[in-house]
């Protein structure tokens, strides 16, 4: 057994600290479309889902990453969604409702179930590891949605930009009491 060593995105260390995700998913499409579709057929499922789970789209939090080159893979995308202004909501069936919402709004094949915390060797979450890989293989073209370098289109809702910087803010505070202690 050969095992490949990845390297990863910057912001696995921040998404790691989130230990509320909800579902994750592998998401792919009916047919070879520009990116500006793609996302337009993301968004359209936040928008859908968000009106299901009776929470204002930009407060729903989620990571979405792009992969694929046409080339060596098709484009598809991974997504996390964050679950901590959801508790209530049962994963299994937010993930059901999501997968068919996909599907809805013009998404192909997807593979969209409750989230699991596994963790790496080194303490990491093994889905957040899967989000924030780099492969080596293929550059990805610019993108004026995705912000993220030419290796790794990741994209953070505006939801988890907050949700983040209340996480890292509180760990941070943490951090300094326990070191005057």
Known sequence: MTTTSF????????LNLIQTWKI???????????????????????????????????????????????????????????GSNMPNKDAAKLASSFGKLWV??????????????????????????????????????FSPFFNAGENCHLKFSDGLDRHLAAVCSADTTQNQKDNHE
């Open 7 to 14: 390297r990863y995105d910057p912001s696995r260390e921040r």
């Open 24 to 82: 994750m998913g592998h998401l792919s499409f009916i047919r070879p479309c520009s990116e500006q579709s793609r996302v337009e057929i993301f968004l359209k499922t936040i928008h859908q889902l968000s009106r299901r789970v009776k929470i204002a789209a930009d407060e729903l939090s989620w990571v979405l990453k792009e992969e694929g080159d046409f080339v060596n893979k098709l484009f598809h995308f991974h997504f996390l969604l964050d």
């Open 104 to 141: 809805k709004s013009g998404g192909g094949n997807h593979d969209v179930r409750p989230y699991t915390v596994e963790l790496d060797r080194h303490g990491f979450q093994r889905a957040v590891n899967y989000v924030t890989k780099i492969e080596g293989f293929c550059r990805v073209p």
